[in-house]
């Protein structure tokens, strides 16, 4: 069963928009079908897909890279970090720049916004924009903005 979700996790990774939803959701990666986008030609870690959890109103952009494991064994069995696998969530109202890379461990908090590049290594606060490798915090997104970017984005996903 395990090689099973690692394979359609994989045929996701290489699917368009849409598409890759309904292999992303066979792996087993938590997401609510009609309130999530996720951009073409993103890597999703597909040893432990199960990892992932992205709550609504998120939109991952392209190329966007999230990993849930680290294990060097099969390079070199002496590696002094040991292999572990942890969770990555993604709250409510997030939205990930193309070609961002989520770590293994970190929770992308509600009504964040990840500039294009970032390299996220860390939790982030709620309502904030974040950029950069190492990340950094460039902003504290006021609720009044983030509601307008919310109601702007609405027309993308089938809320009514």
Not at 3 to 29: D, Q
Request: proline share 6%; charged share 20%.
């Amino acid at each position: 069963m395990h090689f099973l979700k690692r394979a359609l996790c994989f045929i996701g990774n290489y699917l368009p928009p849409k598409l890759n939803l309904f292999f992303y959701k066979l792996s087993g990666v938590k997401f609510n079908f009609n309130k999530v986008w996720i951009g073409n030609k993103c890597y999703l870690d597909k040893n432990y897909p199960e990892n992932i959890i992205i709550e609504d109103n998120v939109c991952i952009s392209t190329q966007v890279s999230i990993f849930t494991h680290f294990d060097p064994s099969r390079i070199k069995n002496d590696y002094p970090i040991k292999k572990y696998k942890k969770k990555v969530v993604i709250e409510e109202g997030v939205f990930v720049g193309p070609n961002s890379i989520i770590m293994p461990g970190v929770i992308i908090k509600k009504n964040t916004f990840i500039k294009a590049g970032s390299v996220i290594t860390k939790s982030t606060n709620p309502n904030t924009l974040v950029c950069g490798n190492p990340q950094k915090e460039e902003a504290y997104l006021s609720k009044e903005l983030i509601s307008r970017i919310n109601n702007s984005n609405k027309k993308y996903f089938d809320i009514n």
